[in-house]
């Protein structure tokens, strides 16, 4: 019966204590004006890409060549372009692209980083050939290693994240890497080794779990430059290829009108600013939230 009381109470200070973190966390988060304001920025463009579809009558390559160049109004809120295609409704078919992108190589890179960091940083034999190989992927710029791999795989929206996502990944392993080779140095994790627990309880029990606060901050980071390349990669007529709006080649098109026709670049370049602008500022946030130290 004692033992029984025992581990009801322990089971209680566990939920109290995970209670008092929340809190905690929520506390920070309010507190810091970084975090705040960029998921506010993050929020802001979510809402207006998600309900974008739903509130403009125009398809995204619906052609009105009458119209074409036609400058902000009420028909038109943020003018037409060059083939007379509504810009707003381009912009957010574009904006939700370039944000699926970035989440999803956010998320491919997390996931594969994760799992590469964590067995470099436990088994010594992986280390030496996995982080050379992230060494060889790093050492060249980021874009021209996007570029070259779309030339073999051929531009899509598909083969993008593939792309940025061998781009990425690399820095993600080290930045997990980093994180448990602290971790795997602590006295409980050789305590559970000279017990016998096994390599993957402690890998994907122990070590994994405090490799997450950095790894979600990282992530941020990779969701915001994602963004730029995806831009970047189809203005350059690598990425996403036309008719299908992107950010990117929407400036592409804009720049050849960029004196008679403003509104085509100057609004889908404020889209891109904010996006990066609202990431970094959370991930920045959510880096001094998670670790108090770092400042």
Known sequence: MEAVERNAKLVMLKNDLKKEQRNLFVRRFISNKLAVTGLIIISIL???????????????????????????????????DNLGRDLFTRIVFGAQLSMGVGLSVAVITSILGIVIGLYASYYRVLDNVLMRICDGLMSLPGILLAIALLAALGPSTKNVIIALSVVYTPNVARVVRSAALVVREETYIEAMKSQGASSLRIIWGHIAPNTLSPLIVQSTFIFANAIIVEAALSFLG??????????GNILFDGKLVIFT????????????????????????????ILDPHSN
């Open 46 to 80: 979510t809402f207006l890409v998600t309900i974008g579809p739903l509130i403009t009558s125009y398809g995204p390559n619906e052609m009105v060549v009458d119209e074409r160049l036609e400058g902000p109004s009420s028909a038109h809120w943020l003018g037409t």
């Open 238 to 247: 690598a990425g996403v290829p036309p008719p299908d709006p992107s950010l």
């Open 261 to 288: 026709a403003w509104w085509m670049v100057l609004f889908p370049g404020i889209c891109i600013i904010l996006s990066v602008l609202g990431l970094n500022l959370f991930g920045d946030g959510l880096r001094d």
